[in-house]
């Protein structure tokens, strides 16, 4: 019997602002509407997860601080059915994670302006292992987690400490990373990667692990780039999947050597309203997928559509909906 999905990591509040454009230093823009929203891995996908699928099992794993943003965080989590009991309220005034996310009303791009709070406490021993109950254990954003960044002695990282232990449960893996630019980057994030049976991330993260540009000169994507990525992550450990997800398409590369390419879907002008979360509904997508053993064109199909929905909403999980529907968006933009 299938046991669910847990997703261990940031649990971050989204304080969306939608500008009328971003401005140089030193200059003023308008805010013109203003929301609160829960993010971050944890919520993000979890909340994903359990809107696709009222009947999968989702639990959540992370700290909040024992503040209102803590109690509106957990209030969502709990809203859309997920086990919160692996949730940690950290006291001594910590403060809950959150984010400041700048959007531009014109295109959808934003900027984020971020403060750690109670993920920075979030650590190895908060997470029982031998009592977590699932079949695949997720974990993100690496790079945004202190305790789970730091090194170990045996694994590189306490991340990929914790994904070992995982897999020692004989949980399915997964990972999912920020972007950031500098060294830290892959000395932080590659340690895990031998750690995961899966690996979703975008091009860009994709490319900084494995040193391969994924985008010529003029910004278009190389298909055949894209695929030496994937490749390089599965010499870099990955156990079965290694996904790449852009704006224009989704790619899965598998331990058997296929590797699939499904486009995005044609939105029309005005439909997106925001961008905050897209990467993550698209990782739930492919989990769920993996999950119920889609084969890779189909589960690369459902993601795109996840990601689709996602950015029908200014905020990072507004706009996703029931498989159902989910599917149903996919037939009316597939062409």
């Known amino acids: 019997m299938k046991k669910g999905i847990s997703v261990a990591g940031n649990i971050i509040i989204d304080n969306v602002k939608i500008i009328d454009g971003y401005p140089p230093q030193g200059n003023l823009c308008n805010i013109r509407a203003a929301s609160k929203s829960t993010g971050g891995a944890v919520c993000n996908t979890g909340i994903s997860l359990a809107r696709l699928d009222r009947g999968l099992r989702v639990s959540a794993l992370g700290c909040v601080g024992g503040d209102s943003d803590g109690e509106f965080a957990l209030g969502r989590l709990r809203g859309d059915g997920l086990d919160v009991s692996g949730v940690r ?19 959808g791009a934003r900027t984020f302006f971020h403060a750690r709070g109670a993920n920075a406490s979030f650590d190895f021993p908060h997470i029982d292992f031998d009592s977590l109950s699932c079949d695949i254990f997720h974990m993100g954003y690496a790079l945004l987690l202190d305790k789970f960044d730091a090194p170990d002695p045996e694994c590189g990282t306490v991340m990929a400490k914790a994904l070992r232990a995982a897999q020692k449960k004989g949980l399915k893996t997964s990972l999912d990373v920020v972007s950031e630019n500098g060294g830290r980057f892959k000395r932080i994030v590659t340690p895990s990667l031998k750690y995961c049976d899966y690996a979703v991330m975008n091009e860009i993260e994709g490319g900084m692990i494995s040193g391969i540009e994924p985008r010529d000169a003029q910004g278009a994507i190389i298909p055949e780039n894209i695929e030496k990525i994937c490749r390089a992550l599965f010499a870099a450990g990955v156990g079965e999947y290694a996904v790449i997800h852009c704006p224009e ?60 929905a996602n950015l029908s909403a200014s905020d990072s999980v507004g706009g996703m909906r029931s498989l159902e529907d989910t599917w149903a968006l996919d037939k009316k933009y597939r062409n």
Do not use: H, W
Not at 90 to 105: A, H, I, L, R, S
Not at 284 to 308: N, V, W
């Open 249 to 308: 398409a989704g790619y899965m590369a598998c331990a058997d050597g296929k590797f699939v390419t499904v486009p995005s879907l044609r939105l029309p002008e005005g439909y997106v309203q925001g961008t905050v979360g897209a990467g993550d509904a698209f990782c739930a997508g492919i989990l769920y997928s993996l999950y119920k053993e889609y084969e890779p064109a189909r589960a690369l199909t459902l993601a795109a559509a996840c990601a689709a």
């Open 89 to 107: 309220v950290q006291g001594g005034g910590v403060p809950t994670g959150f984010t400041d996310v700048m959007t531009d009303g014109n295109t």
